[in-house]
């Protein structure tokens, strides 16, 4: 079974430009998530969907952020225009519901390391 | 408002030796669920081990287990016989059903051969 994919793995750019991740989730899963990761932080919520809908993005940055997952299985994350303190590890995760325990069991992506000149 | 408390920033632990990550939280929630993450350096964040809270038992996975004090809002990881593979930043996770996950800010382990 294909894990969590993201793409791209690395990207640089000046700031100002706009760039955008892309996150395949595992199949089947209707929880999805993007989480940033300042580097030696925990990461942290930026945006979770329940299919297609967005049903917590408070605290995602509106101004400068936005992110959609048409027809409910791949995500994009956009930020334009990029600031240096954008520099970070976009994680996606997708998750399936454990019926038995009622846990929310997330898989992590390896993760987009961005860097803002 | 749920957090997730790691008071040790970095810790070290000799091969074959036995180390415990600490993790404190809080969460008003009487259910929810607790995981231990694993990141190796530059790789993908996987899942350790999870507890759910209305479990009295705690967790074991092979060599890694949780000391899960409900009333201490304490969510403790062992790691026994420690291998150079299990070097890496650990992540403790507070889950509540329906919620996102929260994260406290990792611990560093080194294993010394």
């Known amino acids: 079974e294909a894990g969590v994919v993201q793409s791209p793995r690395y990207k640089i750019i000046e700031k100002k430009q706009p760039v955008a991740f892309w996150c395949n989730p595992i199949?089947?899963?209707?929880?999805l998530y993007w989480y940033r990761q300042n580097l030696g932080q925990g990461p942290e919520l930026l945006i979770r969907?329940?299919?297609?809908?967005?049903?917590?993005d408070s605290q995602l940055p509106k101004d400068r952020f936005s992110a959609e997952r048409l027809k409910g299985v791949d995500s994009t994350l956009k930020i334009q225009p990029a600031e240096l303190g954008d520099s970070a590890v976009y994680l996606c995760?997708?998750?399936?519901?454990?019926?038995?325990?009622?846990?929310?069991?997330?898989?992590f992506g390896a993760g987009s390391r961005l860097t803002v000149l | 408002a749920q957090t997730v408390t790691q008071s040790q920033p970095e810790m070290s632990v000799q091969e074959a030796e036995t180390v415990t990550l600490s993790c404190t939280y809080d969460?008003?929630?009487?259910?929810?669920?607790l995981f231990w993450y694993k990141q190796p350096p530059s790789r993908q964040m996987i899942l350790v081990i999870r507890?759910?809270?209305?479990?009295?038992q705690n967790a074991t996975e092979n060599r890694f287990s949780v000391n899960f004090q409900k009333a201490a809002k304490s969510f403790s990881l062992k790691i026994s016989d420690s291998q150079l593979g299990d070097a890496a930043m650990y992540f403790c996770?507070?889950?509540?059903?329906?919620?996102?996950?929260?994260f406290g800010a990792g611990t560093i382990l080194r294993v010394k051969s």
């Open positions: 995760a997708s998750s399936s519901w454990d019926g038995y325990s009622g846990a929310n069991v997330l898989t």
């Open positions: 199949s089947g899963h209707n929880t």
């Open positions: 969907y329940e299919n297609e809908e967005a049903v917590d």
């Open positions: 969460t008003s929630e009487s259910d929810y669920y």
């Open positions: 507890q759910e809270a209305y479990k009295q």
């Open positions: 996770a507070l889950g509540e059903y329906g919620n996102k996950l929260v």
